[in-house]
């Protein structure tokens, strides 16, 4: 009895034993969980503590880079601040130069008008005949018995077919040294009718019918029906020599102006070497090949005003005194000196004439090409 109550006792203080080992085994494992779980914590502490300073570094040098930055541009906005008043002060400065350089070329725009007025004034005055122009109130000087041969023959005629620009010329005021009749045609198709409906053959025929339909013709076609009415008019006079008058500066349309200029080229070169040509060039109505506005008609930019027909006019005259062999105005032959002069030059305007074109205006058939 008593050997199995010990056994009992035994195997329970066995049992208690083991489970003391087995808590206290268990403790010891505790113990490692919570030593290693601190360790854990610590080093999470220790990482998170390290990124906030890697953080807290990383913002206060981003702060000190934008405060860098910040003053650098508040430093580079000052020079530029100054830099715009350096330049507001001389664009101030520029200013007051050009106004005044404005008021200086003003003046001289003046004065060169001025001195265009009087050159003017000079050719206008010069362009009249010397005895004042009236075919009908000449006073003979003959005495009795001497011989009147010279002084009874007539006078040559000119006849002048042309558009509205030739309604103002005044043929009593251009010489008296020759009659001249005006027949208006505004069309070169109505220039050829006039010409086969003249009765009278004149000394000199003089066409000017091109400005009108350089705005609905092609050049080609000018040519062509100028080249039939010079041919119709040799066909009909074979003696009445023909003065050729060149389109005039426009400034309606650059393209109508720029035609006209290319026609004028194309009929001289045709017929440079026709010695019944003449050519009469207006080009002294303009300035530095630029239309002179001073002598158009403000209202269409094509019709000459007073001071352009004066200046049309001495050109016609200057042509048709040189293709009959008279005298020239020594008085007023300026050269090439002014875009004005009517430009005198024989050898350069005028072209295939015999030995006139040479420069002499009184040899042989010849004159100066206008």
Same mark, same amino acid.
Request: proline share 3%.
């Given at each position: 009895?008593?050997?199995?109550?010990? /056994?009992?006792?035994?195997? $329970?203080?066995?049992?208690?034993?083991?489970?003391?080992?087995?808590?206290?085994?268990?403790?010891?494992?505790? =113990?490692?969980? *919570?030593?290693?779980?601190?360790?854990?914590?610590?080093?999470?502490?220790?990482?998170? @503590?390290? %990124? &906030?300073?890697?953080?807290?570094?990383?913002?206060?040098?981003?702060?000190?880079?934008?405060?860098?930055?910040?003053?650098?541009?508040?430093?580079?906005?000052?020079?530029?601040?100054?830099?715009?008043?350096?330049?507001? *002060?001389?664009?101030?400065?520029?200013?007051?130069?050009?106004?005044?350089?404005?008021? &200086?070329?003003?003046?001289?725009?003046?004065?060169?008008?001025?001195?265009?007025?009087?050159?003017?004034?000079?050719?206008?005055?010069? =362009?009249?005949? /010397?005895?004042?122009?009236?075919? @009908?109130?000449?006073?003979?000087?003959?005495?009795?018995?001497?011989?009147?041969?010279?002084?009874?023959?007539?006078?040559?005629?000119?006849?002048?077919? #042309?558009?509205?620009?030739?309604?103002?010329?005044?043929?009593?005021?251009?010489?008296?040294?020759?009659?001249?009749?005006?027949?208006?045609?505004?069309?070169?198709?109505?220039?050829?009718? $006039?010409?086969?409906?003249?009765?009278?053959?004149?000394?000199?025929?003089?066409?000017?019918?091109?400005?009108?339909?350089?705005? @609905?013709?092609?050049?080609? %076609?000018?040519?062509? $029906?100028?080249?039939?009415?010079?041919?119709?008019?040799? /066909?009909?006079?074979?003696?009445?020599?023909?003065?050729?008058?060149?389109?005039?500066?426009?400034?309606?349309?650059?393209?109508?102006?720029?035609?006209?200029?290319?026609?004028? *080229?194309?009929?001289?070169?045709?017929?440079?070497?026709? $010695?019944?040509?003449?050519?009469?060039?207006?080009?002294?109505?303009?300035?530095?090949?630029?239309?002179?506005?001073?002598?158009?008609?403000?209202?269409? #930019?094509?019709?000459?005003?007073?001071?352009?027909?004066?200046?049309?006019?001495?050109?016609?005259?200057?042509?048709?005194?040189?293709?009959?062999?008279?005298?020239?105005?020594?008085?007023?032959?300026?050269?090439?000196?002014?875009?004005?002069?009517?430009?005198?030059?024989?050898?350069?305007?005028?072209?295939?004439?015999?030995?006139?074109?040479?420069?002499?205006?009184?040899?042989?058939?010849?004159?100066?090409?206008?």
């Amino acid at each position: 009895m008593y050997s199995k109550s010990l /056994e009992s006792h035994n195997e $329970k203080f066995n049992m208690l034993m083991k489970k003391f080992e087995e808590m206290t085994t268990s403790g010891v494992t505790a =113990c490692k969980e *919570a030593e290693q779980f601190k360790c854990q914590l610590k080093n999470v502490q220790h990482v998170n @503590t390290l %990124e &906030q300073e890697v953080m807290k570094t990383k913002y206060e040098t981003q702060i000190s880079q934008s405060k860098l930055q910040g003053e650098q541009k508040l430093e580079t906005i000052k020079k530029l601040d100054n830099e715009v008043l350096k330049l507001a *002060a001389n664009l101030t400065e520029q200013e007051s130069k050009i106004q005044v350089l404005e008021t &200086q070329h003003k003046a001289l725009n003046k004065q060169l008008e001025n001195k265009e007025q009087e050159i003017l004034s000079l050719k206008i005055h010069n =362009c009249r005949d /010397e005895s004042g122009g009236d075919f @009908t109130s000449v006073q003979s000087t003959i005495k009795s018995g001497e011989n009147t041969t010279r002084n009874t023959q007539p006078i040559p005629s000119v006849t002048i077919i #042309g558009t509205s620009n030739t309604k103002g010329i005044d043929p009593q005021g251009m010489s008296s040294r020759y009659s001249i009749n005006k027949v208006v045609a505004y069309t070169l198709s109505e220039t050829e009718s $006039k010409v086969r409906s003249l009765t009278n053959v004149p000394k000199v025929l003089v066409f000017h019918s091109l400005t009108n339909d350089i705005k @609905t013709c092609h050049p080609d %076609e000018c040519i062509f $029906k100028m080249e039939t009415i010079i041919n119709i008019s040799l /066909e009909l006079f074979p003696d009445t020599k023909i003065v050729l008058s060149l389109p005039t500066p426009r400034a309606d349309n650059p393209t109508f102006n720029n035609r006209g200029l290319l026609i004028s *080229a194309l009929l001289k070169e045709k017929f440079n070497d026709n $010695k019944m040509i003449a050519f009469c060039d207006n080009s002294n109505l303009s300035y530095k090949k630029r239309t002179a506005q001073k002598f158009l008609d403000t209202r269409d #930019g094509v019709h000459l005003n007073e001071s352009g027909i004066r200046v049309f006019a001495s050109n016609l005259r200057d042509c048709i005194d040189n293709i009959l062999g008279l005298p020239s105005r020594h008085s007023y032959n300026y050269g090439n000196r002014h875009p004005y002069d009517g430009q005198r030059d024989y050898n350069q305007n005028f072209r295939g004439r015999g030995r006139g074109h040479q420069g002499n205006p009184r040899g042989g058939r010849g004159g100066r090409g206008r």
